[in-house]
């Protein structure tokens, strides 16, 4: 069965930094395109980055530019977002999803996603 667990989440001040896991069974995160989205109780889920099948190909919403990162290791069937120079504004739940389609910033396409993590950010 497909299922996608996220871990690293936590408190940590501004200017720190944490690193997310997305840990992916029931298929192989190599195949699809692997997006992270977060929501806070004032917005509606959002498009944070995402990195493409096969190819890698990375994509940012404009306020993580710089700061955050994804990558993949297939070995492990494991998804990361490593986040650095933390703000306040970063606070949310952050989800881990799986699409088979071509535009990493469209959620409605995705087919699986995860539990989410909380990740809090004092200033």
């Known amino acids: 069965q497909v299922q996608l667990v996220e871990s690293g989440g936590g408190l940590v001040q501004a200017g720190g930094s944490l690193r997310l896991s997305c840990a992916a069974s029931?298929?192989?995160?190599?195949?699809?395109?692997m997006g992270w989205f977060r929501q806070d109780p004032r917005k509606e889920r959002a498009f944070v980055a995402g990195?493409?099948?096969?190819?890698?190909?990375?994509d940012y919403t404009n306020s993580v530019k710089g700061r955050f990162t994804i990558s993949k290791d297939n070995a492990k069937n494991t998804v990361y977002l490593q986040m650095n120079s933390l703000k306040p504004e970063d606070t949310a739940v952050y989800y881990c999803?799986?699409?088979?389609?071509?535009?990493?910033?469209?959620?409605?396409?995705?087919?699986?996603w995860g539990q989410g993590t909380q990740v809090t950010v004092s200033s």
């Open positions: 990195i493409s099948g096969g190819t890698n190909i990375t």
């Open positions: 999803a799986a699409t088979r389609g071509r535009f990493l910033a469209l959620q409605s396409t995705y087919d699986y």
């Open positions: 029931g298929f192989t995160v190599g195949s699809y395109g």
